[in-house]
């Protein structure tokens, strides 16, 4: 019986050994999770038959340590959480690398070229759409025509009204304040939009004249802004609609809101603040990057960004019950429960750590010190193999 018992203590400490060295192995391995040997007896009625590999236990819920890379398509979850991705057969796999890229088609994928599950972009809605692949627009984004320009600063409660009138763009003598602002048409072309602002004689109000392209302004303002005693711009509140014809090239013609909001009069120096525009040129794709909110953010040679879709992660009521299909890859079991998804920093979802990865959980003086104590019990249960084949060539040769 001493053999048997012996020889099922090798048995079990050699499954732990492959364990052991499995974690040191991949000490390295972004995303991998330590596992750990668990020993049960044996026993045959009341009499104790050895040792066995009870289960195996993984610290999917210990994080590793962070590492920045820098790279934009990283992402390490702060918090719990898995990353999700679609395989070809279409089975849902969840992980903690965060190592994604766009594939040729355009559709994110994850370093083992399985499809990344999120949520899309609705147009024109802070909403988010179905869950699915994310495919990221590669080409060129067609160009989108201005509608509104918004301008804030201070008009200096300092001017006084100019001595030349009427309003003449080619002398200075004639108006306060010049502002420019770039503006496109439907097709993407830059225009200029310029704003003249003239102090009149009644206290509070500034004549605003438009000029589109450096044509001659109308004769009279397009805008009066009016400001109380205490400097607060108190007209027009609404925004000064331009209505601009078509510039000539083929282009739609032009409608611009000009807006005031905020804009004030003090006395001392007339700065601006905000001097803004909507609508931009036509751009080619030339990347793709990951926000801490987990979205999928496409740049454009235009210096456009578009949020493409929102990274899923997957929590689990015991992840500890996931089933491994990789070294750092888990499938949902009948004993994890189903995956409740959720984008990331919502829910019991963790917030995304985007340029870096999750290192190893492993920790290497843990297990080597796991090694040394797995050689000492083989060299016991060893010993003991030895010892009971000695005792029983000492019988043989007696009888």
Known sequence: MSFEIALSGIQAINQQLETTSNNIANAGTYGFKSSRVNFSSMYAGAQATGVEVGSMTQSI??????????????????????????????????SRVGIFSADKQGYLVDSNQRRAQGYAAVVGSAAQ???????????????????KVDYVGNLSADWAPPTVTPLNVSNKDSYNMSKQSIVYDSLGTQHTLSQYFVKTATPGQIEVYYSFDGAAPAAAPSATLSFNSVGQLTAPLAPVTLNVAAPGNGAAALAVNV?????????????????????YASGTFVGVELGQDGSVIAKYSNDEQQVVGTLALATFADEGSLTATSDTSWRESSASGVALYGSPGTGLSGKLNTGALERSNVDITSELVGLMTSQRNYQANSKVISTQNTMMQALMQAL
Request: glycine share 22%; proline share 3%.
């Open 129 to 147: 759409g179905a869950m699915g692949d994310i495919k990221v627009p590669t080409g060129q984004i067609p160009a989108a025509a201005s509608t």
């Open 61 to 94: 819920g210990q994080n590793g340590g962070v590492m920045t890379t820098g790279r934009g398509m990283d992402a390490s979850i702060d918090g719990r959480g898995f990353f999700v991705s679609r395989d070809g057969q279409g089975l849902m796999a969840y």
């Open 259 to 279: 807006g005031y909001t905020g804009t004030t009069q003090f006395a001392g120096e007339a700065i601006t603040t905000t001097n803004s525009t909507d609508g």
